[in-house]
C-alpha cells in the first residue's frame, strides 16, 4: 500500500547505499563508504527538489538509486506510492519507464556509435512503442528543428547543447513521470547552460513534470528549484523552500557552500567579508 498522499510523487525514506571497501591482500570487506546515509524526502508532482553539496557528498549516488540503476542497501522508494527500492529484473524493466535520468556528460551518456534517431529510438524500443513521429516530436520539444536534420547525425557532428538537448529528448520521448538531472549543464559553456536549463524549466511547465535536479551551484539551484536539500557527508543536512534555505540557511554547511557562490555586487560581497 502507499504510505502518504497522492500529492507526492516521490517519497523516498531512510534510503542507504553502502559501498564496501575491499582490502586488496585478503580479498575481504574491510569497511563500508556510507555514500548515502539514511536520507527521507517526498518531492510532489510538479515540482523540482534541489540536491545540492560538495564533491563526493552523494549526489550521484542518490541519482543512481533513484532511477534504479543502483540497488539500495536499505530504505524505500515510492514513486506514485509503488516502492521500487526492492523491484529486481522484470519488475525493475515495467518501472523503467516511469523514471528517467539526465546525466552530466553527454559526451559519456550518448553511444558514439549510435545516430540521434537510434539513441532515441532505443528506450521506445525496449518498451515495444517505436515510433518515428514520436522520434521527430522529442527533437521537436527539445528544440532540435528540423528533426531531420539531426536524425542521422552521431554524437560527435554535434555541439555540447545539442547532444544534452539529444539526451533529454531521449529521456523524455517515453514520457517519465519522473526524471533526475545530475548536473545536467555543468559540463556546457555558460553561454548555452541557460538555454538547456530553460529547457527543463519549459518542459516542467508543459508536462507537469517531477524533477530531482543536481547541482552544487546554490545560484542554480535558486534558479530552478522548488525546494532545496542540503547533502554533506552522504545524509540531507538541511531541506526546504529554495528561497528560504538560500536567504536563512541553518546549518553551517550551508553557509560554507553560500560563502562559495560569487556576489556578483562589490558592496555585498565586502559586507560579507566582514562577517
Ligand atoms: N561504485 C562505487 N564504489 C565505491 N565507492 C563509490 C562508488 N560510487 C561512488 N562512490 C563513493 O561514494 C561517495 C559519493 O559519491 P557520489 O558520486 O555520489 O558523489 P557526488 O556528490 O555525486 O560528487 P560529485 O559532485 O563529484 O559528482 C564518494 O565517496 C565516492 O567515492
Ligand atoms: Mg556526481
Given amino acids: 500500500m502507499s504510505p502518504g498522499n497522492l500529492m507526492e510523487m516521490v517519497k523516498v525514506e531512510h534510503l542507504t547505499k553502502l559501498f564496501p571497501v575491499r582490502n586488496r591482500l585478503l580479498l575481504s570487506i574491510s569497511s563500508n563508504i556510507r555514500a548515502v546515509d539514511d536520507i527521507s524526502f517526498e518531492i510532489e508532482r510538479g515540482k523540482i527538489l534541489g540536491l545540492v553539496g560538495e564533491s563526493g557528498c552523494g549526489k550521484t549516488t542518490t541519482a543512481k538509486l533513484l532511477a534504479r540503476l543502483l540497488a539500495p542497501t536499505s530504505g524505500n522508494i515510492y514513486i506514485k506510492g509503488e516502492d521500487i527500492a526492492g523491484l529486481k529484473r522484470k519488475g525493475l524493466k515495467k518501472f523503467r519507464k516511469n523514471i528517467q535520468m539526465i546525466f552530466q556528460d553527454p559526451y559519456e551518456s550518448l553511444n558514439p556509435r549510435f545516430t540521434v534517431h537510434s539513441t532515441i529510438a532505443e528506450p521506445l524500443k ?118 528560504a534555505v538560500i536567504k536563512n540557511p541553518e546549518h553551517s554547511y550551508t553557509k560554507d557552500l553560500l560563502a562559495a557562490v560569487p556576489i556578483p555586487n562589490p558592496k555585498a560581497r565586502r559586507e560579507r567579508r566582514k562577517r
Fill in 126 to 243: 525496449a518498451q515495444g512503442l517505436y515510433d518515428i513521429e514520436k522520434i521527430h516530436d522529442s527533437l521537436e520539444v527539445v528544440g532540435l528543428t528540423p528533426p531531420k536534420e539531426f536524425l542521422f547525425r552521431y554524437p560527435h557532428e554535434l555541439s555540447g547543447g545539442q547532444r544534452q538537448r539529444v539526451a533529454i529528448a531521449r529521456a523524455l520521448v517515453i514520457d517519465p513521470i519522473f526524471v533526475v538531472a545530475d548536473e545536467p549543464a555543468s559540463m556546457l559553456d555558460v553561454s548555452i547552460r541557460a538555454g538547456v536549463l530553460n529547457l527543463l524549466l519549459d518542459l516542467r511547465e508543459k508536462y507537469n513534470l517531477t524533477l530531482l535536479f543536481i547541482t552544487h551551484d546554490l545560484a542554480v539551484a535558486r534558479y530552478m528549484c522548488d525546494n532545496i536539500a542540503v547533502m554533506y557527508n552522504g545524509k540531507i543536512v538541511e531541506m526546504g523552500d529554495a528561497e
